[in-house]
């Protein structure tokens, strides 16, 4: 993952965090406010509905009052409190009374109780309405709720009683409306509210007895359990209820309960207030807040990547510097504009490629007069050793001419010998010193590893157990299963024949000489290690530098020349040593061996001996 | 001298002029077509076609009654086959019928031309008409006649002959003990005297026999009071939960008013009764009971009680028993006991006919029991 894309990615997840807590809190907050906001409305409708209906009460009264007040009704009160008087012409009066004064109920009573004519039960004329007549004021009383039976069955009524006194006679006039659909039809409701009503007239809840404006309620039954909470303890409640799995279904209702005259509960209205408005506008403004984020998202989203990829672009410019001075390119500059911390690193940048140029230059300079004046150590010291005995025979040469000149042919013929002798020894050093000036290009072709092994080591198997010299036991693992490798097998045969002779020099007492092949990585491992003296670390560090030598005799290119073998398959060499235990060597091989530009290696023209260095 | 000769003769002049006309104003008119309302609706005048209501069945009587004067003929045995005082000259059923003189009536032809008939009028309509003088006379029901009467209405009221009943449908849920301590218990739960005093405005009497008092003589032997105590007794008897379903004629108000009182006198005795309109025709489950009016068809309480008997047994799934054709006031007597005492039909109150008479109408005489509509000497006066 870039670092464009771990920035684009923080700023989503931080813009995505930012808005998801502004929606969470934004949407809390408006359902509270929401919520305050119906409570309110819902508490200042039902104070309306509570005004109108005690409105509707006065009203009644009233409308009793002026029953009472009429003249035909003194008259009755009058004619009534006459002895034996006919009260049976007044039997059909409560009708006509009721009818022009809407009321549902109308009773006119006679000074004992007795009904003397009634709208809703004309047919109890006689009967007897025993609470009438108890003392009660019933001016100061107004109207209160009662239970009323009628020829359709009990209903509630709504009443009012007015007294008309003649004489020492009362004549009771007994009014009300009923409560039910038309009572609830005549309340002058805000939008979106409703009146039930639940008339308690039975032991137990009757899904018929609760009607609104238009009748019996549907699904009468899901406000059961409200109800009978009412019945069990009347007070005034609220509670929500959901008619569907719509939320804007949802209704919140104020239950109040409707007492009689004793306290008894009579009825239950229940005042709902419709929560669809609100839910409905709850859900447009957080559909418009969702719209919203999304689109704050969406532009967040770009702005994101602009911005990771204006902020990462001096990075990725100094990741590109870096790259190339990791390929080589040490004047590798990259571009500073501000003065902000990436300007301030892109400039260190640009020093410190400028200080590596330099440095560099001046090591590869140091180097180079360092490898020379190795060289020079080295030709100095490999033609040292032929010159010494050049000059001691040439001395010998021109004192046996001077002092014996008798036996100055014997020591010409001694001296000229030697003198050959060394002059090979000078030409064999010139030699190896032009050969690894000319390292070949490799000739690749299939080479099976195993096999190669198996015959280097059938070529030293007779100076393994050499007379004179502690024997040297060789052990072969290898792997069955090897790939077949694409290398010039004469080089690595070389290379290979090399590491052995340096772990046959390691084991002057004799040892295990063991070489181990494996496969992995797409490639293939050989191992060589034996079991000799071993070599300090700061050996092992060094160990691959040209003309570096361990041995008395040795120039110190042999394992340079392993190394560059192997390093033109592109392979990789490594050595693990311990003193006084042994030496490994692990080479790594590709089955295929590219070349530095990725290509294959062209075939060598013609294949170079190496010699066999020991280190 | 002569002035006071020439002013007493002036008066005398006066005074025949004004006594001739007084005479001839009083002397019967032939001509004009009388405009009588019911309430009924009669929808066939044949006597053997079910009616749908007694009510129907009253009025398709009188009318046939005019047609044949049937009742009269077996009264008074003057012989058949000459028609009664008018026939039949339009007829809709239902709504209208308009008779018109009987030219060739054995007793002469009746004054009046015709009679023309509207039928399934309401009592506020028929009373509206007789008002506006669309009417001549109109059937007014008991329970309005004193109202009508109080509004100037000329109201005629017949004698107590027609019986409001209620009627226990067969049943075979109870044993016929039981049936007759159910229909004990209602007739002491209802209070007869109030429906007459309140519902019928005091036109008419409580009813105890099958009898009214003016027929027999013995129908104060037949209580009549409310008598709660032994109701509530005898519903404890019975102890079982009753349930009594009351049907009446919708379209009668006198019947529903009675039954609704009678769900609450009985309500009020322990008892349950539900009203019904025009139900049931039978007893299907539970006890079932109707409200029923039957006219006496004659005077004669023999005769009368027979007719009851004759309709009644069947109605209530009873076998009454009429009184022997030369019984006496006792067997009348032991016979009316022997029917109330089933308690299978409840007599209720005795009702009369009403009448309100236009200023047209001259010598209406109230019909008695058994006598239909008197239009044979009905004559149309001038409108005063």
Redesign the interface.
Known sequence: MTFRTKLFVVFMIALLSSVGVVSVGVTVATRRAFEESNRSHSEALVAQFEREFDRHKQDIVHRVQAIADAEATVRMAIDLSRPKSDVSVYVNDARGVSQSHQLDFLDFVGDDGSIISSNESPERFGYKIDWLTQPQDWAALGSFLTKVDTQDGPALGLMAVSVVRVGDKNMYVLGGERLGKDFLASLVLPTGMRALLYLNLDPSFQPANLVDENGPVSDGDRLATFIEQERQQPTRRTFKISWTSDAASAESFHELPLLGRQGELLGTLLIGNSQREAVLLERRILLLAVSVATMGLLFGLLLSWWGAARVTRPVRRLAEGARRVSEGNWNTRVEVRGRNEIAQLASAFNRMTEQLSEQRERLVQAERVAAWRELARRLAHELKNPLFPLQTTVENLQRAKEQSPEQFEEVFRESTGILLSEIDNLKIIVSRFSDFARMPQPELGPVNLNETVRGIVKLFESQFGAVGRPPITPELHLDENLPMIQVDEALLRRAIENLVLNAMDAMPSGGVLMLRTTHQDGGVDLEISDTGTGLTPEECERLFTPYYTTKQHGTGLGLAIVQSVISDHGGRISVESETGVGTSFHIHLPVKAPTARGEAIAPAPAPVPVPVEKA | MSRRRAATSLALAAALIVAVHAEASHRPRMGGTLRFEIGASVNSLDPNAKPATFKEALARDEINWLLSETRKVITENEGAGAGGPFRVSDWEPGKRVVLVANENWPQGRPYLDSIEIQMARSAHDRLLDLDLDRADIVEIAPEEA??ASERGVHVSVSQPDELLALVFLPSSEAADAEQQKIGEAVSRSI?RA?IV???L??EGEPAGGFLPQWSSGTAFLFSTATDPVAARNLWSEIGRSLKITLGYDASDSLEH?VA??I??DVR?TGGAIS?VPDGPAHSSKGEGARLVRLSMSSPNPREALAHFANELGPLAGAEFVAPPVDGGPQQIYDAERAMVNTYRVVPLVWLPRAYGLGPRVRDWKTPGPGEGWPFADVWLGDMK
């Open positions: 004193r109202r209070d109030a005093n309140f519902i405005q005091k008013s609704e009182r769900s609450v009020e009203v």
